[in-house]
């Protein structure tokens, strides 16, 4: 009799990626229908137009849950292809599209080699890595298929900002015991794999990867008391966030880590952060 696989938490099997099935309306209500979605849309505006190409270059979007990046690609002239594993998530960002000429592929990241190879000028990976057993393997995955010379729009998890936050919450001992992955449980969105600068620094040195600049995204709301604010406060917090996200030591804390990562097979400049 086979033995049944080991499991994270009550949910997923160890070595598992989080698939998002079942769960469109708590990331639609609990994410991007509050402040939290509000701020992380607006500084990746500002970071992503001076940062892209504006030539309305072919873009990837990998993992693009409910299409918001496709959308804001689109409405600025690139040729997009949304590439997305959970068939609720992809029915739910097509019937946002609207009129726009957005590609709709139903795929995970490890399938992407073979059903969308490129080589792509620019590809987009958003909260996407926290999810994955093998995140080290996505940034392989992730360099084949940039075209040389082509940009990588990278969002992370961040190891570091979850310990802060569970300390301020006052889950002492989970912070010294470092145990601060998710579990996959069905309701729950912790990431089963929050990642550390310090990893991605280290992958994109090893895979030849050049970290161009690097962003905390939600380097302030999540510390406050008031987790709900009202329209005029919610402006000065997006004020806050725009100004600071680049700057140190705030970055650091960000909820999410932001980084626009070039293939290195062309001529440029080094790390500038």
């Known amino acids: 009799m086979p033995t049944a696989s080991p499991r994270h938490g009550n949910d997923i099997p160890v070595g598992q990626d989080r698939i998002f099935d079942g769960l469109a309306d708590k990331f639609a209500n609990s994410l991007y ?21 504006q030539d309305g270059a072919a873009a990837l979007d990998v993992g693009g849950g409910l299409g918001q990046m496709s959308v804001w690609l689109a409405e600025r002239g690139h040729d997009v292809t949304l590439a997305e594993p959970s068939a609720e998530m992809l029915a739910r960002a097509q019937a946002e599209f609207g009129e726009l000429p957005i590609r709709a592929l139903k795929a995970s990241i490890q399938a992407l080699p073979e059903l969308a190879p490129g080589p792509w000028p620019l590809v987009v990976c958003h909260a ?30 961040n190891r570091d900002a979850l310990r802060f936050s569970n300390v301020v ?14 579990t996959g ?3 729950r969105l912790t990431p ?13 040195r090893e ?14 709301h999540d510390y406050l008391r008031e987790r ?5 406060q919610l402006a000065t917090i997006i004020e806050l966030e725009k100004r600071y996200c680049q700057t140190e030591p705030h970055w650091r804390l960000g909820r999410y880590l932001h980084y626009i990562i070039r293939h290195a097979d062309s001529a440029g400049p080094e790390e500038t952060f």
Request: charged share 20%.
């Open 33 to 53: 229908a509050t402040a939290r979605g509000q701020i992380r849309l607006a500084v990746l505006d500002q970071l992503l137009s001076c940062s892209l190409p």
């Open 128 to 157: 996407v890595l926290e999810w994955l057993a093998q995140p080290r393997q996505a940034v392989v995955t992730l360099k084949s298929l940039l075209a040389p010379g082509g940009r990588l729009s990278l969002m992370v998890f």
């Open 169 to 182: 919450k006052g889950n002492l001992d989970k912070a010294l015991e470092d145990r601060l992955s998710g």
């Open 185 to 187: 449980q069905r309701q």
């Open 192 to 204: 089963i794999s929050p990642l550390t600068h310090a990893d991605l620094e280290r992958w994109c």
């Open 207 to 220: 895979e030849g990867l050049v970290i161009e600049s690097v962003a905390g995204i939600r380097i302030f």
């Open 228 to 232: 709900s604010p009202d329209e005029a």
